[in-house]
Nanobody
Framework: QAQLVESGGGLVQAGGSLRLSCVAS????????MGWYRQAPGKARELVAG???????KYADSVQGRFTISRDIAKNTLYLQMNSLKPEDTAVYSC?????????WGQGTQVTVSS
């Protein structure tokens, strides 16, 4: 069964860190395009970080220098290391994989940053 399952979210104080994981099963781990998105209440979903073939990464301006996206191809796992968290980082974080013309999405994991 093709699916993405995120974990690692939770409640953290401002300035703290969390590491999110996304495990892909069913053969949909994409070497060419995977990413982390987030959606806060009342706001549109936004790309937080993406990773492409060759390990090329990109980040939203708001997280540049604080978040790091990485992957373990052998484990079919995508990561998002989040440091220096701010209350405005509070959102549901989801991973996505673009594989053979189809976007796959995980169910999301809640990240709440208290001030």
């Amino acid at each position: 069964q093709a699916q993405l399952v995120e974990s690692g979210g939770g409640l953290v104080q401002a300035g703290g860190s969390l590491r999110l994981s996304c495990v892909a099963s069913g053969g949909i781990f994409s070497i060419s395009a995977m990413g982390w998105y987030r959606q806060a209440p009342g706001k549109a979903r936004e790309l937080v970080a993406g990773i492409q073939g060759g390990g090329i990464t990109k980040y939203a301006d708001s997280v540049q220098g604080r978040f790091t996206i990485s992957r373990d191809i052998a484990k079919n796992t995508l990561y998002l290391q989040m440091n220096s968290l701010k209350p405005e980082d509070t959102a549901v974080y989801s991973c996505s994989s673009y594989y053979r013309g189809t976007y796959y999405w995980g169910q999301g994991t809640q990240v709440t940053v208290s001030s």
